[in-house]
């Protein structure tokens, strides 16, 4: 056998060391229950082992030494400094350490309990339903080591992910933590086991997670980013970060913090420092409940933030479930499928490691009644009404009812459709029922379906005639037997005896016409004749014919188009025209426009008359301009009809014509006395169109002079415009001819110029 510090045999077994830290006895027996001998423990070898243990991590021993106010102690701070992730001091543990190093690293082989000073402690106080204590310590030393030991752990099926530590007040009262701001950490969670050999081992996990000191600086909470599942029994969780984030202040009596002779916080170290509890617990609650799947389509949770969690449903056993949810208050809300009843949202509390049971989810079904009467109903007889579910949401639903005083009801049905009929077995020999009817429940509504016992049957027979789908139905003693679209002649073989009103439903423009009362005799037929016609009527009006080439009605629906006949004269007429309302649509010729399309509504048996067909003249205008002094008039001349159109002119001779009938004109302009018009031209007026007439000046006429004269005595001869006194000197030659061509034409005064010692007189 191995010695204790090695022997791997004794690892599961607990063994109490009475003292140990604070023991000034020279040695320490363990008794090893597997093997049932002593082991021998020097107290040297103890302070070794202590040394080796409380140290497991070597840090940076130049760390600082505290903070250098110490008034931010003695108040709350509101200093901001960010975590440093990125830390590690992890070293192994293996299997074979000593038990002491195991106790000090986190395994639980041996459990110390008492002791004083620098010793561990146990504390299993849990304060909270899901919580569960186990033994925990802080040790820091300043600027080397910051960890602390979460021990004694026992198996917990689930998860775990939160771990707090408070410093016993009495016996740490005179030191307190004062770091402010969380910070980083690196778990290990470690636990001894055997193996399928024989042999003991340690199972290792390193998880990161993050510190938070508690506010008065005397306690922890760790929480790992991911959580324990299953903890093992006899394992521990060692939780180490630089010690560089951590600081602590020795205090005064009072609680106020100690300074040095600088006026700075006097920092302190808290080695091995002894918990008053160590509590671990999982921060995240579920929820679960049960369901019928075909009553919900979801169920989610919606925290305060507004934050929706929806839930799985087995959709076979039902079980709702929703884990991994933060502790707090949520908002139930089921969404029901169809035909179910929305249920009033709920408030859920969610607690840390718990599973709120929600119970039965499933909402109400949304539900109505059908009722009715039964006619005829023979004396003595005990009647029953069986409605039985026919689609997917009714279907299983079957209940039969009594029929009393010649009525029944059914309530509390689930929405949907149903066969109502009279169960057959329970009518009377030599008596027939009325067959099965369809009924549909709507929520809190009521369907009703009226019955009828008859003592014989016979034929009804409906001779349809129609060119369009119609509904037929029967009524017979306050019952309405529907036939459904019908477009062909059809019987009913099995017919209860008695009157009966066939009615028809047909759209809207159709007459019925027919025999529709008849009498089914038992065993015999009777024929209803129904003839369904479409209704019609007629129009007519007239228009120019010159001006219209057609007028139609369009069928705004089916764009359908029926053309009005007309005659030379431009009467308008067309009959047989299915009723209904049509949009007038006119055609007109070239040159002219249409007016605007209107609706007329065609009545059965009655003429429409058509009015406002004429369409309007296209119309364009012509302008330019003209000398006034030589132009009279500028006309335009309508080839065809010679009608002459005069075209205003101004002062100044500019031309105007609006409203002009569209077409080919010849322009004529009339010039004035001594001037000859422009040759005659063609212009085309368009629609909505100016046309500038040009080419419209006329040319002056004109004549010649001549003439002789003696040029011994006569220098010129001129003609003089008496108006303008303009002068024409006409030409002499050497003989004394005279010669002037292109002279315009009018009167002007001869001007004879003699020469010296020469008198002109006139004649």
Known sequence: ???????????????????????????????????????????????????????????????????????????????????????????????????????????????????????????????????????????????????????????????????????????????????????????????????????????????????????????????????????????????????????????????????????????????????????????????????????????????????????????????????????????????????????????????????????????QRETGSIGGSVSNVPSGANLQVRVTGKDDTTRGVSEVVDVVDGSYSISDLPTGDYLVEVVAETVPDGYSVSGGQSATVTHNGTDTKNFEISSGRGKLTVNLTTNTPVEINAVHDGVTYAFGPRENSFTWNAAPIGDYTVGVDAPEGYTVEGDTSVNVPEDGEAIANVKVTRDKGSVSGSVDPDVVSKVELVDPETQERLEVPMDESGNLDLKDIPTGDYTVVVTPKDGYTAPAEQTVTVEKDQNTTLEKLAPTRDKGSVSGSVDPDVVSKVELVDPETQERLEVPMDESGNLDLKDIPTGDYTVVVTPKDGYTAPAEQTVTVEKDQNTTLEKLAPTRDKGSVSGSVDPDVVSKVELVDPETQERLEVPMDESGNLDLKDIPTGDYTVVVTPKDGWVHRAC
Do not use: W
């Open 1 to 363: 056998m191995k010695r204790v510090f090695g022997v791997e045999a004794c690892l599961k077994t607990p063994v109490q060391i009475g003292n140990l830290f604070n023991s000034l006895v020279p040695e320490v027996r363990v008794l090893c229950t597997s093997c049932s001998n002593f082991s021998h423990i020097e107290q040297t070898t103890i302070g070794a082992i202590l040394k080796n243990a409380s140290n497991p991590f070597e840090f940076n021993s130049n760390a600082a030494q505290g903070p250098s106010n110490p008034e931010r102690y003695n108040a709350s701070s509101s200093a901001d400094r960010s975590a440093r992730r990125g830390f590690s001091g992890k070293r192994t543990a293996v299997a074979g350490m000593t038990a002491v190093s195991l106790a000090l690293s986190g395994l639980t082989v041996p459990s110390v309990v008492g002791g004083g000073g620098s010793g561990f402690a146990e504390a299993q106080t849990a304060n909270a339903a899901n919580e569960m204590p186990v033994t925990a310590s802080v040790n820091y030393d300043k600027g080397d080591a910051f960890y602390s030991v979460f021990s004694d752990l026992r198996e917990v099926p689930g998860k775990i992910d939160t771990f707090h530590v408070r410093l016993k007040p009495l016996e740490y009262k005179n030191r307190k933590f004062t770091v402010t701001e969380s910070f980083p950490v690196e778990a290990v969670y470690r636990y001894g086991f055997t193996d399928q050999n024989g042999k003991a081992d340690t199972y290792e996990q390193s998880i990161s997670g993050i510190g938070v000191p508690d506010a008065d600086g005397r306690g922890f909470v760790f929480t790992l980013d991911e959580p324990i599942k299953d903890m093992k029994a006899h394992g521990s969780v060692r939780f180490a970060a630089d010690p560089n984030r951590i600081s602590a202040v020795e205090l005064n009596a009072d609680g106020t913090v100690k300074v040095n002779g600088k006026g700075n916080p006097r920092s302190a170290d808290l080695p091995n420092a002894a918990g008053q509890a160590g509590v671990i617990s999982y921060s995240k609650g579920s929820v679960s409940g049960t369901v019928d799947p075909k009553g919900v389509d979801k169920v989610e949770l919606v925290d305060a933030q507004g934050k929706r969690y929806t839930a799985s449903i087995d959709a076979t056993t039902g079980e709702v479930t929703l884990g991994e949810l933060p502790e707090g208050n949520y908002t139930l809300v089921i969404d029901p499928a169809d035909g179910y009843v929305k249920p009033a949202d709920r408030t859920v509390p969610v607690k840390a490691g718990e599973d709120t049971r929600l119970g039965d989810l499933t909402p």
